[in-house]
């Protein structure tokens, strides 16, 4: 177990940072690109663990996949054209590349067998296996499949209409993926909009997909055309450093590039919501997608309540709206974010734990948490419980500590920022010059 000394109290971030990849839409590049008919240029992909794992296990599955300094280049092998590996599929800690695969997979005419880490173990799968079992999909696993290892032989699949319990990317994306193998229309309809990264970037692969409020169809058999695809920087990951700037005293930070999905900005929307100086500027489409570049300053923050249609807007960035809440004057309530407890830990009490330790005064409920604002946190040893977005709100909790912190398992964060701490030194480093 690593541990890494953090930063202390008493400086201030300033500069400009272009935030990596985002890992979704790098995720679906690959896979797409893997499926469809010709070759696919990705630039600024984001090569941390979770998507390595993505390109691992189409590489195992025949499918050409060079990384070039600036770019990732796939020769396509299209839909029908994927071919049985000869081991094990190794999902790593992803649960996008675990459940999105599935789907691909529920369709191919072989065998396989998916791991994962010990987190991937304990996530629940049952939410994709149903629905793709459902459509004629062979599927068994631990408990039923319920949870991983996987086994898959796949094979002629039928469309469904499926009404999905949970506003989730990754299920709804499944499904459409599984689609494109059968005969007909499926059809997906959720209780709130998710990300819909998977529908902009099958439109941009050439592929029609059918989207009225939160029902999306898909017609079976149509094809997919190798494209270039630029990725815009990751919302998820340009969160840790918004907030940075909204709690750092004489801060001043700018993130270019980052994408503005209206299914991602809930981050931006409770920024705004509880205070923030944020700006956002010169927005334009790449490949389907709005991105934009955001400015964010020192801010005068009071609390809110964080709940109902936005929360999947912004479900990964809870644990550093947090920390966020820890410096805000009054309380702020987060709720209907029982999504929280099944992702890489149970981020609901592990967020809780951690932020207590550095002196934060937050409390669990059944369905978040309650915080009480304005808090001087204090030094100590925290820890991410192999969680990167639990291990980089920690980092920033660090920087407004008064003391040491020390964070155990600090390489988690590796899974979606490769180089977090080097951006996060260099808006410390611009500050003293």
Do not use: W
């Not at 499949?145 to 699949?157: E, I, K, V």
């Not at 920087?233 to 450093?241: M, Y």
């Not at 993130?255 to 999905?261: A, E, F, S, W």
């Amino acid at each position: 177990m690593s541990q890494k000394q953090l930063y202390k109290n008493g400086g201030n971030l300033n500069g400009e940072l272009r935030v990596p990849g985002d890992k979704s839409i790098s995720h679906r590049a690959v896979m797409f690109g893997a499926i469809a008919e010709g070759k696919t240029k990705i630039y600024h992909f984001l090569p941390g663990e979770d998507c390595l794992s993505t390109i691992s296990c189409f590489q195992q599955m025949g499918v050409s996949i060079k990384r070039e300094h600036d770019y990732v280049e796939i020769d396509g092998k299209g839909v029908n054209g994927l071919s049985e590996p000869s081991g094990v599929l190794d999902v790593g800690n992803s649960g996008t590349t675990t459940r999105l695969m599935l789907g691909i997979l529920a369709g191919a005419p072989f065998h396989t067998t998916l791991i994962g880490d010990e987190s991937i173990a304990k996530r629940p799968m049952g939410r994709v296996t149903v629905p793709l079992r459902s459509m004629g999909a062979k599927i068994d696993g631990r408990e039923l499949g319920q949870f991983t290892p996987l086994s898959t032989r796949g094979g002629t699949l039928r469309p469904i209409r499926y009404e999905s319990p949970v506003a989730s990317a990754q299920v709804k994306s499944s499904i459409l993926l599984a689609g494109l193998h059968a005969k007909g229309t499926t059809v997906v309809t959720e209780p709130h909009k998710s990300r819909d990264h998977t529908e902009r970037m099958l439109t941009a692969f050439g592929v029609d997909v059918d989207v009225k409020g939160t029902t999306i169809s898909i017609e079976g058999g149509q094809t997919l055309k190798g494209t270039d695809i630029h990725v815009p920087g990751d919302i998820s990951s340009a969160a840790f450093f918004l907030v940075a700037g909204a709690i750092v005293s004489n801060s001043h930070i700018t993130l270019r590039n980052v994408g503005l999905n209206p299914t991602r900005t809930g981050i931006i929307d409770v920024l705004q919501q509880m205070g923030a100086s944020i700006e956002v500027k010169d927005e334009r489409i790449v490949n389907g997608e709005p991105v934009g570049d955001l400015v964010i300053e020192t801010s005068d923050l009071h609390g809110i309540e964080i709940g109902g249609d936005i929360i999947p807007r912004l479900i990964d960035e809870i644990p550093i709206i947090a920390l966020l809440a820890t410096q805000a004057s009054g309380k702020t309530v987060i709720k209907d974010a029982e999504e929280l407890k099944v992702k890489e830990t149970n981020r609901i009490d592990t967020v809780v734990s951690e932020l207590k330790k550095l002196g934060a005064n937050i409390v669990t409920t059944n369905d978040g948490m309650i915080i009480e604002g304005r808090v001087q946190l204090s030094g100590g040893t925290v820890d991410s419980h192999g969680d990167h977005r639990i291990g980089m709100m920690l980092a920033i909790a660090s920087c407004i500590t008064n003391g040491d912190t020390f964070l155990e398992r600090a390489e988690a964060i590796h899974v979606s920022y490769p180089n977090f701490f080097t951006d996060l030194e260099y808006l410390l480093n611009e500050s003293s010059l």
